[in-house]
């Protein structure tokens, strides 16, 4: 049995997906905050049982480990300017959230766990593409101090209990199913204003994307090949993509002409957002994993998957 945490929501629905049709039993707890039943609705039954509720309740997460043997460890805050508000947010939804997982497995005898990290974690760094090996991991954002501290955390819990973890450091992960994101909020500022779309930033930022279901496949792909006792690997791909080209894929996906899209200046589009971010992701080549698409190619299928869901 395979516990999901955050499983209804967007990155965590596709791996319920790719479980299923491995033929894995599964398990879902999430509180619905970002997440969708509708997302999981057509498994739940057979293959998939969900559990509503917060991972803050660890009497409830500690009965839905019950029988599970590989934790995949994906709920969080998934929203990183929230934090820029609500500061307490990322600790409680991340790093103690982290610690309730462990120790909930720990007291039920759970010794995998694959956890979703991010590049958030490295902040702001000079050597591009950036390596697992790179430090110190000086975080800007809270939400990347919160992952750093849940990385910890289960580093810690292997050595001290016998876990074996999987720690996967995210690009911008994008695809259908999005709540939140560049993309997203493109989308929606468009629906608001057909002639105008607004750009935080002067639009130079430039990130890594990757497709969700190649993430989730190199996730598992990465369970499958190593078992190192913390294993750590970027999951990314080979290029970036300007946030000002991601404005232009977004207005040509849209079929609208004649849009001005207008920046609002400065190097970010918020505080806490590293402008530039590229992964090294040798260490998951080496395994034999390649992703299908390119940042460019995964950044067009989620714009157009998302104005479909979403409608212009």
Partial sequence: MHLV???????????????????????????????????????????????????????RLSDAMEGVTTVHHLAANPDIRLG???????????????????????????????????????????????????????????????????????????????ATAWIHRFANIVGPRGTHGVIYDFIHKLRSDRGVLEVLGNGLQEKSYMDVEDTVNGMLHIIDSSDEGVALYNLGT?????????????VEASGLEDVDIRYTGGDRGWPGDVPRTWLDVGRLDSLGFEAKRTSEEAVRRCAESLIDEIGL
């Avoid at 509180?31 to 739940?44: A, K, T, Y």
């Avoid at 409680?92 to 766990?113: F, H």
């Avoid at 970036?240 to 991601?246: F, P």
């Fill in 238 to 250: 080979d290029e970036t993509v300007s946030v000002s080209r991601i404005a232009e894929i977004v």
């Fill in 5 to 59: 945490t955050g499983g209804a929501g967007f990155i965590g629905s596709h791996l319920v997906d790719r479980l299923v049709s491995k033929g894995e039993k599964v398990r879902v707890i999430d509180n619905l905050s970002s997440g969708r039943i509708d997302f999981i609705e057509g498994h739940i039954g057979d293959s998939v049982e969900i559990v509503i509720a917060d991972l803050l309740d660890i009497d």
């Fill in 84 to 162: 820029t508000k609500v500061t307490d947010t990322d600790l409680k939804q991340g790093t103690i959230a982290t610690y309730n997982v462990l120790e909930s497995m720990r007291k039920n005898g759970v010794r995998r766990i694959s956890f979703s990290s991010s590049s958030a974690v490295y902040g702001e760094v000079e050597a591009m593409p950036t390596p697992e090996s790179y430090g110190p991991t000086l975080p800007i954002s809270l939400y990347g101090a919160s992952k750093l501290a849940s990385e910890s955390l289960i580093s810690a819990w292997a050595g001290t209990f016998g």
